[in-house]
């Protein structure tokens, strides 16, 4: 049998001694076999002798995958050092080495390998630190371990210039693991795409980014979850990098509809600068067909942000079971209107609502003055929608006029809102300029495209590219003339305005 399918086998019989519990609560989930080879055969390794790290080597699939691949070429001797601090699995991982170096020696390769017990991250802290020679590995493959773990947490604290707020030490082991890899040496992982965009993974974003240029990108395009594997593929990528500071020009881009679709595998090219965007965010892009590349070079090709133009997405104010005591179910003389998204509707606020359970007022005093906004127009946008939803950014226009009754307004921490920095008020044709933007089907595959959950953070819209103010203002004034102003509206004044013919076949 060769290697990969015997780790399988064995390692399903592992899980039969298990809980799904135990092994969620260390970030144990074993990869699939097909998924396993595919990682295994993106090495393009033609080397006589390879140093190999696996860390988080569970049953050790990944290396048997690998040293599968690397047979196929012109390997003689492979040195291989697998981390692995569960003790549950230890055993076993020993036993499948045993098996891998028996079967290796049989094809003509000496394999010698060392299993470390200890944690992968806190063991190496000098070599991340530069103290001790940290250069070892030709190439590193990894399933790491999906983990929450404390700010204050050992791994954290030996990683902490690229921790910021509550990390997981996924990402910990990326870069640990580029961190210990040879000049040239492969980065093959399979984790989870959140790095990509959010706030708290810039500063890990930068730094590996830096370090590392991404060859191959590799997407799973279902919902399902694949039985077995514990987690939904589509928030999965597998990423190929190489560490080298030479840019290659294009990164191939593979498809699979799951993990058991590598026979009919689709692939397509798409220029670095498109994927990953060198500026202050690093935010990195998964395109899924040529058409999402369109879309990534249309909105990527203005040249400002939010905040350059002076306006700025905040999160709604009112966080409900913190303020209770000022929420009011019935309007009264010293109420305000508190603004939900549940007050969302046909991307207008319709106010107020029968809401059990979604007090629409709030107590207007001298203590509630933290929570209230002036009365002017803002751009809402729902800041959680269901993967279910074909929306992502579901935005409402609220006008300063529908509320000039009151004194203020608030709104509740699950929207969104866009307001000017400077505290001036939001003109029309800027509400419904930013309006036309975020509410297009174009904005929402670029969010898409950037996001893989299905959270709106204020910080990321924040960062995304917007035109210059003169043209937001344009396409507000040509907005105001449409009676229905939906999605397909929304797309028309875009595509007259910029009449590019790549953006008219973009969706
Ligand atoms: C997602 S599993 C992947 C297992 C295997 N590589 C595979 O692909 O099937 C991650 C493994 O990392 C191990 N692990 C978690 N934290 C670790 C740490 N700090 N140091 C070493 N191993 C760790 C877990 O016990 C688990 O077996």
């Not at 919902?223 to 593929?233: N, P």
């Not at 999160?315 to 005591?325: A, H, P, S």
């Not at 029309?428 to 089907?441: P, W």
Request: net charge negative.
């Amino acid at each position: 049998m060769e290697l990969v399918s015997f780790v399988h086998q064995r390692t399903m019989e592992y899980l039969d001694t298990v809980t799904k519990a135990e092994r969620k609560a260390i970030g144990q989930f074993f990869t699939p076999v097909q998924i396993a080879e595919f990682m295994g055969e993106l090495s393009d390794s033609h080397k006589e002798t390879v140093r190999i790290l696996d860390p988080g080597a569970g049953s050790g699939i990944l290396s048997a995958a690998l040293i599968e691949q690397l047979n196929r070429q012109t390997i003689k001797t492979i040195q291989l050092d697998l981390y692995e601090n569960n003790r549950s699995i230890v055993p076993l991982l020993e036993k499948n080495l045993e098996y891998i170096k028996e079967w290796a020696s049989v094809h003509g390769v000496i394999l010698s390998y060392r299993i470390f017990t200890d944690n992968f991250i806190t063991e190496n802290k000098f070599a991340w630190t530069g103290l001790l020679q940290n250069n070892k590995y030709d190439i590193v493959i990894a399933n790491p371990p999906y983990r929450k773990i404390s700010k204050n947490a050992p791994e954290a604290l030996v990683m902490r210039e690229i921790v910021y707020g509550q990390p997981n030490l996924y990402f910990l082991f990326m870069a640990m693991g580029a961190r210990l890899l040879n000049a040239g040496g492969e980065f093959i992982y399979i984790v989870p795409r959140s790095f990509s965009s959010g706030l708290y993974f810039t500063a890990f974003r930068k730094w590996f980014l830096d370090e590392m240029q991404i060859t191959n990108l590799h997407l799973f395009l279902s919902r399902e979850a694949v039985s077995g594997f514990d987690s939904i593929l589509q928030e999965t990528v597998i990423l190929r990098a190489v560490k080298s500071s030479q840019r290659p020009a294009y990164i191939k881009i593979t498809e699979t509809e799951d993990a058991n679709g590598f026979d009919n595998i689709t692939e397509f090219s798409v220029p670095y600068s498109t994927c990953v965007r060198q500026d202050g965010d690093s935010f990195l892009f998964f395109p899924s067909c040529r058409n999402d590349v369109e879309v990534l070079s249309f909105i990527n090709h203005w040249d400002y942000t939010l905040t350059d133009l002076g306006y700025k997405m905040k999160t709604g104010i009112v966080v409900d079971f913190r303020e209770t005591q000022w929420l009011r179910e019935k309007v009264d003389v010293d109420t305000i209107p508190l603004l939900w998204a549940y007050n969302f509707e046909n991307n207008r606020i319709r106010f107020p609502r029968s809401s059990p359970g979604k007090p629409q007022y709030l107590l207007s005093t001298s203590d509630t003055r933290r929570l209230q906004m002036k009365v002017d127009n803002y751009l809402l946008i729902k800041r959680f929608t269901s993967k279910e939803e074909r929306k992502r950014l579901q935005c409402a226009l609220l006008f300063k006029d529908d509320f000039a009754s009151y004194e203020s307004i608030s709104t509740e921490n699950h929207l969104n809102f866009i307001t000017r920095m400077d505290g001036t008020d939001l003109s029309n044709e800027e509400l419904h300029g930013l309006f036309v933007i975020l509410n297009s089907s174009y904005m929402d595959r670029y969010f898409r495209i950037l996001n893989g959950s299905t959270q709106v953070n204020a910080n990321e819209i924040n960062a995304i590219p917007f035109p210059a103010h003169s043209e937001i203002t344009q396409l507000g004034k040509e907005a105001m003339q449409y009676h229905v102003l939906d999605e397909a509206a929304c797309d028309t004044i875009l595509e007259k305005k910029y009449t590019n013919a790549l953006l008219c076949q973009a969706i």
